[in-house]
C-alpha cells in the first residue's frame, strides 16, 4: 500500500504564497505521476498541477503562471508552490500519487490519495 501525507496548507491573504508537501510512503515499486486536485465546497474536485517520472508537467489554466509543481524522486515528495494566491483558490488540496506497489499476487497500479488540507486565501 501507498500513503501520502499532505501539509503546507493555511491562511494566508490574497497576494501572498504557500508551498504545499506530500510525502508518499510505503511499499512503492514505481511512481508514474504525482499531482495536486483541489475541491471547493459545492465543487468538483479539479486537477490543479501534475507531473510525471519523466518531467512532464501540466497545470490548470488558472494557476498558470502562478503555481509551480515539482518532485524530488529520491524522497517521493511533489511539492507546489503558490503564489500570488487568490481568493478563488480556496480549496481543500489533495495529493494523487499514480503508483504500484506489491499485491498479492503481483505488483497493482492505481491512485493513491492523501487526506487533503486546507488552504484558505482571505481578501
Known amino acids: 500500500q501507498v500513503q501520502l501525507v499532505e501539509s503546507g496548507g493555511g491562511l494566508v491573504q490574497a497576494g501572498g504564497s504557500l508551498r504545499l508537501s506530500c510525502a508518499a510512503s510505503?511499499?512503492?515499486?514505481?511512481?508514474?505521476?504525482m499531482g495536486w486536485y483541489r475541491q471547493a465546497p459545492g465543487a468538483q474536485r479539479e486537477l490543479v498541477a501534475a507531473?510525471?517520472?519523466?518531467?512532464?508537467?501540466n497545470y490548470v489554466d488558472s494557476v498558470k503562471g502562478r503555481f509551480t509543481i515539482s518532485r524530488d524522486n529520491a524522497q517521493n515528495t511533489v511539492y507546489l508552490q503558490m503564489n500570488s494566491l487568490k481568493p478563488e483558490d480556496t480549496a481543500v488540496y489533495y495529493c494523487?500519487?499514480?503508483?504500484?506497489?506489491?499485491?498479492?499476487?503481483?505488483?497493482?497500479?492505481?491512485?493513491?490519495w492523501g487526506q487533503g488540507t486546507q488552504v484558505t486565501v482571505s481578501s
Open positions: 507531473i510525471t517520472s519523466g518531467g512532464s508537467i
Open positions: 510505503g511499499s512503492i515499486l514505481r511512481i508514474y505521476a
Open positions: 494523487n500519487a499514480d503508483a504500484t506497489s506489491p499485491g498479492g499476487w503481483g505488483s497493482f497500479r492505481s491512485d493513491y
